[in-house]
């Protein structure tokens, strides 16, 4: 009867956890969206504020910080892009992981960078806000 009733409280929990996760998972989901419209409109205020203080970008030219990162993105200028089907991982109830393809046509610094990318953000909720506190793209190569 204990294992019945401890599977029954997992199986609430469980249910519960994916309700509320629902709404948030969306949520991030459309934010994740919206930063990259920020670079398209290349409205980089509003991209500055969705980056967390202790915000860390992992790319092959290095390591970015926070001020590094709204730095770099200046140099960039999309013609267009398309995120790909995004997976919301949450890690726990205030921080999640989503991982996507996203296509590029554009350039960074004046050079092309046109292609399609893997790309990896972490969110973090601060307050009532999600931020992003981690970001990471690379060029995606054909499967061998």
Known sequence: MKTLSSAVTIAFLT?????????????????????????????????????????????????????????????????????????VVFIDKDVALLTYEVTIEGAAAGHDMSGKFNAASVWKKEGSDWRVSFHTDMKAEPAQ
């Open 15 to 87: 249910i519960s956890t994916v309700a509320l996760a629902s709404p948030e998972k969306e949520k991030l989901i459309q934010t994740e969206k919206s930063v990259w419209q920020t670079l398209k409109d290349k409205n980089f205020d509003a991209f500055d504020k969705f980056l967390s203080s202790d915000f860390r970008g992992v790319y092959p030219t290095g390591i970015n910080p926070k001020d590094k990162e709204g730095a770099e993105v200046r140099t960039l200028d999309f013609k267009s892009y398309s995120l790909g089907e995004i997976d």
